[in-house]
């Protein structure tokens, strides 16, 4: 398996555009979370995917972002507007049915908004 | 809130020497205490990881020491190399049902290991 996919490896847009991420899981997995890293905060939780289903996405800062798994090998975390402060490298990473124990990460996307 | 606590922030040691990173968590039980390593321009990795009953796991230079009463982990890096310089996170596992896929991370330490 090629471990999770990421696509775009960056993406610079302008402050106002919509921006979507997409994450390819690792086959078979059944958990996909999207976490967002900052210098200043750190790893943090946007949102997890239990069997496609959203579980927890108490970590979306604010409407303008929304995550959604259509099936179990696709998920994409869009922002919309965008805003500079989004700025960040943003990983998506994929669990096997074990409970969530592994957590698999993507290569992650660094997005810059100006 | 449940919170995993990382220190020190930035870690710089000679090649050989040992390398010591300590996280601390609050409150909320916890059933599974991984490491993760990430190197520059990619994503975070398992390392290394241990369950509540059990005081230190060692794989190899790695060790995790953990201390249920204290509510503390750490993790131990003997024979420090160049090659080991990257960013360390501690997380943890909340064992609460319906939780039980959320890792919770620390801040994450810098590790520069120096020729």
């Known amino acids: 398996d090629a471990g999770v996919i990421q696509s775009p490896r960056h993406e610079v847009t302008e402050m106002g555009q919509e921006v979507t991420l997409r994450c390819k899981p690792i086959s078979g997995h059944d958990y996909l979370f999207w976490y967002r890293q900052t210098m200043m905060r750190g790893l943090e939780l946007l949102i997890y995917f239990n069997n496609n289903v959203p579980i927890d996405d108490s970590g979306m800062p604010e409407d303008r972002f929304s995550a959604k798994m259509p099936n179990a090998s696709f998920s994409t975390l869009k922002i919309q507007p965008s805003e500079p402060r989004d700025s960040a490298v943003y990983f998506c990473?994929?669990?096997?049915?074990?409970?969530?124990?592994?957590?698999?990460f993507g290569q992650g996307t660094r997005l810059t908004v100006v | 809130q449940q919170q995993v606590k990382q220190s020190p922030q930035s870690l710089i040691v000679q090649k050989g020497g040992i390398s010591i990173i300590n996280c601390a968590y609050e409150?909320?039980?916890?059933?599974?205490f991984p490491w993760y390593q990430q190197f520059p321009g990619k994503g975070p990795a398992l390392l290394i990881a241990?369950?509540?009953?059990?005081s230190e796991k060692k794989e190899g230079r790695f060790t995790i020491s953990f201390n249920k009463s204290a509510k503390q982990f750490s993790l131990h890096i003997m024979d420090s190399q160049p090659g080991d310089s990257a960013t360390y996170f501690c997380?943890?596992?909340?064992?609460?049902?319906?939780?039980?896929?959320?890792?919770?991370f620390g801040k994450g330490t810098k590790l520069s290991v120096k020729p």
């Open positions: 241990i369950r509540p009953d059990v």
């Open positions: 997380a943890a596992r909340p064992s609460l049902r319906g939780s039980q896929g959320n890792l919770i």
């Open positions: 409150n909320t039980a916890f059933d599974y």
């Open positions: 990473a994929s669990s096997p049915r074990t409970g969530g124990t592994e957590a698999f």
